[in-house]
């Protein structure tokens, strides 16, 4: 079955740079069609899509952030690495990695909470 | 403000039958994109519902439903329950290929 687990620091400073890795198991990224993406939901609020990318390297960003954000896999891994620049107490919030297929985000990790402070 | 207008809430009795709407535009669901829907239980990661428009996965009701016309796409929930009570995204992308989110809709059953 597939599953996913979101990995990194649980508290980050203004400024520095989020790192976050999401292990997957049950699929492989170099199979044709697979895709993985990276969602955020601050407290109490929305799901925001971040970036994802392809079995074919494809890479989206979110319009926003784009120039913030940084997303790479390794495939011999199962691996998927997000990274977020300049980071602000506005970036607090609950970190998700999600499987794609047929557009959708059919599977989801548990969340990570990432809280920006000094 | 989300590029997905979603109402802030709905309610319903037990039994009854809401629907939460998710309005786009030519850019995105008018384009002829796809619409995904979501149901977050509190605490949780939110659970894929409908996908393709009016696909169900495997173990979800056949209670809930989704359609698609034109601009906007709508969840139907029907004889509602009381562990329906969650909050509702909506999902599509744009001709950037950038996914789209919609603002949320909470469902409270009363």
């Known amino acids: 079955q597939i599953t996913l687990k979101e990995s ?33 939901q601050p407290p109490g609020k929305a799901l925001e899509w971040l970036a994802l990318i392809y079995w074919d390297d494809d890479k989206r960003y979110s319009p926003s952030l784009k120039s913030r954000l940084t997303i790479t896999k390794d495939t011999s891994k199962n691996q998927v690495v997000l ?13 998700y ?3 794609i297929a047929m557009a959708s985000f059919d599977y989801w990790g548990q969340g990570t909470l990432v809280t920006v402070s000094s | 403000q989300s590029v997905l207008t979603q109402p802030p809430s709905v309610s319903g009795a037990p039994g009854q039958r ?35 428009n009016s696909n169900r996965p495997s173990g979800v009701p056949d209670r809930f439903s989704g359609s698609k016309s034109g601009t906007s796409a709508s969840l139907a929930i029907t004889g509602l329950q009381a562990e329906d009570e969650a909050d509702y ?21 009363l």
Request: glycine fraction near 12%; aromatic fraction near 10%; include cysteine.
């Open chain 1, 8 to 40: 990194g620091p649980t508290l980050v400073k203004p400024t520095q740079t989020l790192t976050l890795t999401c292990t997957f198991s049950g699929f492989s990224l170099s199979t044709s069609g697979v895709g993985v993406g990276w969602i955020r």
């Open chain 1, 83 to 95: 990274t977020m620049t300049n980071m602000d107490p506005v970036d607090t919030a609950t970190y």
């Open chain 1, 97 to 99: 990695c999600a499987h």
């Open chain 2, 18 to 52: 809401v629907t939460i709407s998710c309005t786009g535009s030519s850019s995105n669901i008018g384009a002829g994109y796809d619409v995904h829907w979501y149901q977050q239980l509190p605490g949780t990661a939110p659970k894929l519902l409908i996908y393709g």
């Open chain 2, 89 to 109: 995204y909506c999902q599509s992308y744009d001709s950037s290929l950038s996914a789209l989110f919609g603002g949320g809709t909470k469902l409270t059953v």
